[in-house]
Structures are given as structure tokens and as C-alpha cells.
């Protein structure tokens, strides 16, 4: 039998993310108001038991000033994630973006991962309705430059 983890599933208030729970190995989970998007987000927190640190909200507020300028450079991350996929897949089967601009109006921000004051990585499905429910996107912002990093469904 292995030890109950006495931390896990406890709250507490972080003055940038509100309230949110420990998962007893390492992460912070909640949801914050992301100004871009307009709406709440799904939000993580790599942190230990202490709660998310000064850096980890310097990197969200960081990431709220330079996400609509990045908002470009994601989509090209997104759609060449894409690509390959829509290329392969029977006619119809999944969403059609032929560019980075039409991709960025077939996903939306689901969630993000803060790890530390230099990377975050945000995750994206595809708006409802669009063919391919259980897509997810993540892109990697580390040290304020873009890259893909995987497609899952």
C-alpha cells in the first residue's frame, strides 16, 4: 500500500491565479481570466507543495502582454502541426485550414501549463463543431519563442 500524500487536494488562494488545488505530485491546477482570449482559462502550475512561486506569475502575466503579438508565430506552430494530418485524412474527415490564419480560427486555447519563469506550454482543440473533437494541440512558448510540440487525439 503506498502513503496517502497528505498535501494532495488542497486549496489555497494565489493572489494572480485564485484559487486553486494541489494534485499531491508536483502541479497546481485552477483557472485564471486570460485578457486575450477574453475568458477563463484551464491553468496548471508546476510547483511543489508551497504553491506557485513570483516567477510563475511573472511568466502567466508575461505571457498575457506578448500572446497577441505571438498570436501569429502560434498558428504557424498550430498549423504545421496540422498539416500533415489534414493531408492524410479522406476528404471531409477533418477540419479544413489551408493556412496559418484559417487555423487560428478553428482552434481555441483549452488550457496552460506554467512550469517555471521561462516556458509555458498551451493547449488547443479544435472550436466545437469542427469535425474533430478530441484533437489537442500543444505549443511551447520557452524563452518567448514558439514551437510546436505535438498533436494528440
Known amino acids: 500500500m503506498s502513503p496517502i500524500e497528505p498535501t494532495k487536494g488542497r486549496t489555497l488562494v494565489d493572489p494572480l491565479f485564485g484559487e486553486v488545488r494541489y494534485d ?3 502541479s497546481w491546477s485552477g483557472s485564471a481570466a486570460f485578457a486575450p482570449i477574453a475568458d477563463t482559462v484551464s491553468v496548471l502550475i508546476a510547483a511543489d507543495e508551497t504553491g506557485p512561486t513570483e516567477a510563475h506569475r511573472e511568466a502567466f502575466r508575461e505571457l498575457t502582454r506578448r500572446y497577441t503579438a505571438m498570436s501569429a508565430e502560434i498558428a ?11 493531408k492524410e485524412s479522406p476528404a471531409g474527415r477533418f477540419p479544413r485550414a489551408s493556412s496559418p490564419e484559417e487555423m487560428s480560427e478553428l482552434v481555441i486555447l483549452d488550457w496552460l501549463l506554467v512550469e517555471d519563469g521561462t516556458r509555458v506550454l498551451l493547449g488547443y ?12 494541440f500543444t505549443v511551447k512558448i520557452e ?10 487525439d
Open 143 to 152: 524563452n518567448w519563442v514558439v514551437t510546436g510540440e505535438s498533436l494528440d
Open 76 to 86: 504557424v506552430a498550430l498549423f504545421a502541426l496540422y498539416s500533415p494530418h489534414a
Open 24 to 26: 499531491g505530485k508536483g
Open 125 to 136: 482543440g479544435f472550436v466545437e463543431g469542427s469535425g474533430w473533437d478530441d484533437a489537442m
